[in-house]
């Protein structure tokens, strides 16, 4: 199906994206693939524990990082090549298929680690793809002025997913087994291809010379386009800084805290909630608000400020301390995060906003999980207190990053 061609709408007067029904059925896709992927991740460790041992099921849910991490930088040349929209319905097709015809060998026989291996493979992938791709459209779909109420929007989608996800998946797999939680993925990321199909994009005046050129060489040009660029280069590195130091003691580290300070499931279920929340909050803020002045400047204090209660959360000496600390990281790592975002999308030419966004997810998603097994050798070598400070300070790097870098931090965002 053609894509509708939209002009691009003067600065100021662009239709606000939360009454935008173009903009409403792209988050209506994006939100269900979400909500997707979540019950999709609990089936797969849920009939991984069932049809192995611990370490064999976590060896299955790694194994999607590595094609993701090793293909990434491709699936931004494909975005750009083919057009992200293209890309992202034909990567949810595919997705919705294997997931379905797992959960159909599945409700057949009983699960095969050899089987859950090979679609972790699969799903990692076209996930390789996929993400780049949809990092890329928000751009096509409105106009410049409306980026920062969108990554708003895009924020409180996934937290709802992440809120919903989880339980659907485990009233699925209670109700039904693996096979039923499989088979209701696969629909929930069904329902976003015909959302998807009706969704008008921007399209980009054609390129002429794409075909002479070889995919090697749209991706050296992607990374040379992003060195040279003084605003995406500081950027991309501030994000990467920003997530090296995140991952670890919002992920592992936490759990480990928990443990030690004898809060139990509990509290860090309870510090999660206090994370969630505020990263909420933040992108309801961006929703509402549509337009941050000086969103170089505020990214970067955000990012600062983030790093400080990310050290101090090591010393938090109550649960409710803790939680009150986890909202306020979630609150400046959302604001930040939904800056970072809207400026890489604004300050990119959208011909190469695929490759962009491609080595932007490679730092968050490739990258950065690998503190998290570093991150638990790390703290029971020497503790909480510093590998939380040490993860605050690779974080406040990034921060200080972009505050430094004088194209970064006057940066702003369209009207």
């Not at 050290?311 to 109550?318: D, E, H, K, N, V």
Request: hydrophobic share 55%.
């Amino acid at each position: 199906m053609t894509a509708t061609v939209i002009g691009t709408a003067p600065a100021g007067t662009d239709r606000p994206a939360h009454r935008d029904g173009n903009v409403l059925r792209w988050l209506g896709a994006y939100t269900s693939s979400m909500i997707g992927d979540n019950v999709y991740y609990l089936a797969l460790s849920w009939a991984a524990v069932q049809a192995g041992t611990p370490s064999q099921a976590g060896l299955v849910m790694a194994v999607s990082a590595v094609p993701r991490a090793l293909l990434m930088l491709g699936g931004g040349v494909v975005a750009d090549r083919f057009g992200p929209r293209k890309v992202v319905i034909g990567s949810d097709a595919v997705r919705c298929a294997a997931v379905l015809a797992v959960a159909a060998l599945l409700f057949a026989a009983g699960p095969g680690l050899w089987l859950l291996a090979l679609l972790a493979v699969v799903f990692g992938t076209v996930d390789a793809v996929f993400m780049p791709a949809v990092g890329a459209l928000p751009a096509r779909v409105t106009g410049h002025g409306q980026l920062a109420r969108v990554q708003g929007m895009r924020g409180l989608a996934i937290r709802f997913a992440n809120v919903v996800g989880a339980p659907l998946g485990g009233l699925a797999v209670a109700l039904g087994g693996s096979a039923a939680a499989f088979g209701l993925a696969g629909m929930l990321i069904a329902v976003s291809v015909p959302l998807l199909i009706s969704v008008r994009m921007r399209e980009l005046p054609a390129d002429d010379k794409a075909a002479e050129r070889t995919a090697w060489r749209d991706l050296r040009d992607g990374l040379g386009y992003i060195r040279r660029h003084r605003v995406l280069a500081p950027l991309i590195a501030a994000i990467a800084l920003g997530d090296f130091g995140f991952v670890g003691p919002l992920n592992v580290g936490l759990t480990l805290l928990a443990d030690q300070r004898g809060w139990g499931a509990a509290g860090m279920g309870w510090a999660v909630a206090g994370f969630g929340t505020g990263a909420g909050a933040a992108a309801l803020l961006l929703t509402v608000r549509g337009h941050l002045p000086h969103a170089g400047r505020v990214a970067g204090v955000a990012i600062l400020g983030g790093s400080v209660a990310i050290g101090a959360l090591a010393y938090a000496p109550s649960v409710a301390a803790a939680v009150g600390v986890a909202l306020l990281v979630g609150l400046l790592a959302g604001l930040s995060g939904a800056l970072c975002g809207a400026l890489l999308q604004t300050h990119a030419d959208p011909a190469y906003l695929g490759r962009v966004t491609a080595v932007a997810g490679l730092a968050s998603l490739g990258l950065a999980p690998l503190s998290m097994p570093v991150a638990a050798a790390a703290i029971g070598w020497w503790g909480t207190g510093p590998v939380f400070v040490t993860s605050a300070a690779v974080c406040g790097l990034g921060g200080v990053l972009a505050l430094c870098v004088r194209d970064l931090r006057r940066a702003e965002l369209p009207r």
